[in-house]
């Protein structure tokens, strides 16, 4: 006789959060006085990760540099520098297109007490004033910006301690990262109290804000793809860009639009990268490093949501603000790696710099949960395929300068 040992069937998150998404617009539309009763999960699961983002924030950022490997090497440096240009300039696209196609939201609570900044000296003011904040404070009152300054400073600290010293710390990044994956598996639950609690309340209007958001979202990652890497990658190398970043995107792209994670496109690029004939020792250091700090979707997700909760509120945004916003959402894109939820997580990181309460913030990162099912894989296939991109770019134009020489 036989015992079938098979596995039991399980589905993965982003189908869950889909049946969760349809579930709670049917509730909505059949029963809406259930609809809204359901709410009360989606409240839950936003103050879950309320929770759990703060200590997340400062510890993430502390262990990642204080384990970061120093770079060596001639070639990694115009790599690294390629990878913050390419973010920032992603998060410039972003705040752009959120004031060309301004989003607004539909969130559940009151928004009370939102005041707009009489200017960037006065945002500049409350952002110092937040970087110097007490750390236990800032815990408490989810001051990201002041945990985001705090973390740095403890990674450069800890960059001199001892090996042990800093596995620990690496240890406890870990540790609070997996409890947030918990978090994470009920975004399913999450979402279906969210949809169904909105939709009942305001009808399938919501739905149409929803896809708006994802339009704008998705739109600013393609036009990063599809015109500004080959800027940059037309500046570099002073040749045809587009059969290198389409093979980038054909190749690199799909896979990580499917598997949703950086990390796991690693091989996937390794590969393209033998292929393309680029040395070893470079793409083996910096297509890890890549996955690590190159977040150019990540960036476009954090300026587009902050901005739309922006919009959302009323909060009139002048230029220099938006600019500001543009390099804190890179930063804060350079730790969303390795963070379940990754760059949806650091948007009340960039939420403080308008006075906006953390409870709005994670209203909206729950909304992007919501578009999440599109949004990530994007997201992921812009991010891992620039790794590639830039590596192979660098590449081309050492090697034409050495053939020059």
């Known amino acids: 006789m036989t015992v079938s040992t098979a596995a ?31 709410g009360l999960l989606g409240e839950v699961f936003i103050t879950a990760l309320k929770s759990v983002a703060p200590i997340l924030v400062l510890v993430l950022v502390a262990a990642s540099i ?65 970087v110097f904040d007490n ?12 945990l985001l300054a705090w973390g740095v400073a403890l990674g ?4 001199q301690a001892g090996d042990t010293t800093r596995k620990v710390v690496g240890d406890l990044s870990r540790a609070i990262t997996t409890v947030v994956r918990w978090v994470i598996m009920l975004a399913p639950l999450g979402v279906f109290g969210i949809v169904a609690s909105t939709l009942a309340s305001t009808g399938l209007g919501a739905l149409t804000d929803y896809l708006h958001l994802l339009a704008v979202l998705v739109g600013a990652m393609l ?22 970043v389409l093979t980038c995107l054909r190749e690199s792209g799909i896979t990580a639009f499917f598997t949703r994670s950086s990390a796991a496109n690693i091989p996937v690029n390794m590969a393209l990268c033998k292929k393309l004939g680029l040395h070893e020792e470079t793409y083996s250091v910096a297509i890890p490093l890549g996955a690590t700090i190159n977040m150019a979707g990540a960036a476009v997700t954090i300026s587009v949501l902050t901005l739309a909760a922006v919009n959302t509120l009323g909060i009139a945004v002048d230029l220099p603000t938006a600019l500001l916003l543009s390099v804190l959402a890179a930063i804060a894109a350079c730790g969303a790696s390795g963070v379940p939820g990754g760059s949806l997580l650091l948007i009340p990181l960039a939420c403080g710099l308008f006075g906006i309460s953390d409870s709005v913030a994670m209203q909206v990162v729950a909304i992007g949960f919501v578009v999440g099912v599109v949004q990530d894989s994007a997201e992921t296939a812009l991010n891992s395929s620039t790794d590639v991109v830039f590596t192979a770019a660098v590449s081309q134009r050492l090697e034409g300068d050495s053939a020059q020489g």
């Open 66 to 130: 204080a384990n970061q490997p120093k770079a060596g090497g001639g070639h990694i440096k115009p790599i690294l520098g390629l990878y913050l240009i390419g973010t920032l300039a992603a998060s410039l696209v972003g705040v752009t297109a959120s004031f060309l196609f301004p989003t607004t939201l539909v969130l559940q609570q009151a928004v009370e007490g939102a005041a707009a900044p009489s200017g960037v000296g006065a945002v500049l003011k409350t952002l110092l004033m937040s």
């Open 156 to 159: 450069l600290a800890l960059r």
């Open 223 to 244: 036009f990063v793809a599809l015109v500004v890497n080959p800027l940059i990658v037309l500046l570099v190398t002073r040749r045809n860009p587009y059969p290198l």
């Open 135 to 146: 750390p236990i404070r800032a815990l408490a009152n989810a001051n990201y910006i002041g």
């Open 8 to 38: 039991p069937f399980r589905l993965g998150l982003v189908p869950q959060i889909l049946i969760g998404l349809v579930a709670g617009t049917v509730l909505a539309l059949a029963w809406p006085s259930a609809g809204q009763a359901v």
